[in-house]
Nanobody, 115 residues
């Protein structure tokens, strides 16, 4: 059974940085796409960044130039480096993996940016 586990969230001041990690277990195969989403209170879940198996990365407009998604050396591991954090980045961040018409989600990690 596929499980995604995120880590690295926390409380940070405006302008600070955090690095999120996501590790997928229970799969011998790579995913077509791994991605980060976030959900703020009262808002819809939105795409932060996605990374295809071919190495194509896309970013949501609010985070372009500040966040960087990368693949880890371990299989099915991704990171999200978040710099120049703003209060509006406060949200629960979810790791997502997609393969064979199946979507998998992690439990989420809270990121809070204080003014």
């Amino acid at each position: 059974q596929v499980q995604l586990v995120e880590s690295g969230g926390g409380l940070v001041q405006v302008g600070g940085s955090l690095r999120l990690s996501c590790a997928a277990s229970g799969s011998d195969f790579s995913f077509n796409v791994m991605a980060w989403y976030r959900e703020a209170p009262g808002k819809q879940r939105e795409l932060v960044a996605s990374l295809t198996s071919g190495g194509v990365i896309n970013y949501g407009n609010p985070v372009k130039g500040r966040f960087t998604m990368s693949r880890g050396n371990a299989k099915n591991t991704v990171f999200l480096q978040m710099n120049s954090l703003k209060p509006e980045d406060t949200a629960v961040y979810y790791c997502n993996a997609y393969r064979w018409s199946q979507n998998y989600w992690g439990q989420g990690t809270q990121v809070t940016v204080s003014p």
